[in-house]
């Protein structure tokens, strides 16, 4: 059987937004999406502009909140829904820290329902893949890397969160046969991703001249992959993966965030030449730690590279120069993100 009607949820965020515009670009998808997002200041229809010109009638958007169980039942009535590819998440593991309940009720109740959506349209349903993170994993000393084995041990709300709707999607699986399959992937990086996470705010902050936040010492480390990467590995999951199966993805780019800070400094002072403080390393200011904040991530994604042939393309080096240009070059849209101005222009066209 096909996918013939994929709901994508959070299909506004920027992972998700990366992946519609990949997916619709494979000729091995002939599918309609219907993206299902309840525009949260996360949300963003700028970036799939122009995507219903360039894919018409196989892209088709409701706003909607995956924490209303029967507006969900109701959407996958309404487009024969027969596949899920659940990105729709509170994301920010700093936002979770100040106020926790919204990640509880998205990345738990919001999971939830579209399980029992999935559920109740059993006959014709095909698979429910769930987008997870390696931050359930908890954190790595100096050794060692995640596998699809390690233990749970989420440190976050936001991670524990995430954990929860893990295993309520595994759950699934075993108790009714949902078709299912779940990634758990380490930090992406690209276009569109809003300047609340650490590449985007460094890049947007450097190229202001203002100063670039370091949480404690910078010495933390994470495994870094470009968006497009990800989205590969997804639908590589989504085609020939084992149901029923966990599959770690990463990007086999361990970086020190210092290390990253300092790139991105000395990347956009050799384009755009140095700012009016001389070189943006100046800008470095180490700021209060992270409560609770996860030393060490680390990928083992050898299960995805044996068993379905999936390895990431991009270099860091050449990554994070695509991205700096990105950004550079869209400052219609960093502008509209960064004064908020699409938010109103969001409660005009769309009712909830
Ligand atoms: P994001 O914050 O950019 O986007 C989240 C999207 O979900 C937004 O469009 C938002 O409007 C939507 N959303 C939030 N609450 C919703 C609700 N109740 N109902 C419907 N839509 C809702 O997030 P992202 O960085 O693109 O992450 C997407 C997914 O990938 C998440 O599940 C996240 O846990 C996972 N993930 C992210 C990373 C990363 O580095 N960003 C890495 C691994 C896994
Ligand atoms: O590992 C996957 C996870 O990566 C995803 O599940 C999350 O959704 C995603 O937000 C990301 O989480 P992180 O907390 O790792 O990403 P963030 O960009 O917030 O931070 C990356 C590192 O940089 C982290 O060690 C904290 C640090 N940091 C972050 C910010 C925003 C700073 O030093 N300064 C900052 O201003």
Not at 86 to 100: G, T, Y
Not at 258 to 278: P, Q
Request: net charge negative; hydrophobic share 35%; proline share 4%.
């Amino acid at each position: 059987m096909e996918i013939k009607n994929l709901m994508v949820t959070g299909g506004c965020g920027f992972i998700g937004s990366n992946f519609i515009q990949y997916l619709l670009g494979q000729g091995d998808f002939t599918g309609r999406i219907i993206n299902v997002d309840k525009l949260t200041y996360a949300g963003n229809p700028d970036n799939l502009e122009g995507i219903e010109k360039d894919y018409p009638g196989r892209y088709l958007f409701e706003r909607a909140d995956i924490c209303n169980l029967e507006r969900m039942e109701e959407i996958f009535s309404r487009y024969g829904i027969n596949a899920v590819c659940h990105f729709a998440a509170e994301s920010h593991v700093d936002r979770s820290i100040k106020d926790p309940g919204a990640f509880i009720y998205t990345n738990i109740v919001g999971t939830f329902n579209l399980l029992e959506a999935a559920r109740s349209h059993a006959g014709d349903f095909i698979l429910f893949h769930h987008i997870s993170t390696d931050e359930v994993y908890g954190s790595l000393g100096k050794e060692g890397l995640f596998k699809e084995t390690t233990p749970y041990q989420p440190t976050s709300p936001y991670s524990a969160a995430k954990a929860s709707s893990d295993h309520l999607v595994r759950a699934y699986n075993k108790t009714y046969g949902l078709p299912v399959t779940v990634s758990n992937c380490s930090n992406n990086y690209g276009p569109y991703q809003f300047p609340e996470k650490l590449i985007p705010l460094i890049t947007l902050n450097a190229k202001e001249g203002e100063k670039l936040p370091v949480y404690g010492d910078g010495r933390n480390v994470r495994d870094w992959l470009y968006v497009e990467d990800h989205c590969d590995a997804i639908w590589t999951i989504m085609k020939s993966g084992r149901r029923g199966e966990t599959y770690n993805i990463g990007g086999n780019m361990e970086m020190e965030n210092i290390v990253i800070v300092e790139m991105i400094c000395d990347i956009l002072d050799e384009i755009t030449g140095l700012g009016s403080n001389g070189p943006r390393r100046n800008l470095i200011t180490f700021v209060t730690d992270r409560p609770g904040h996860d030393r060490r991530y680390a990928i083992d994604f050898s299960k995805l590279q044996n068993e379905l042939n999936w390895s990431p393309k991009e270099s860091f080096e050449s990554g994070i120069r695509k991205t700096l240009s990105w950004y550079l070059e869209n400052s219609e849209w960093v502008g509209r993100v960064k004064n908020n101005e699409y938010r109103s222009w969001i409660s005009e066209q769309y009712t909830l």
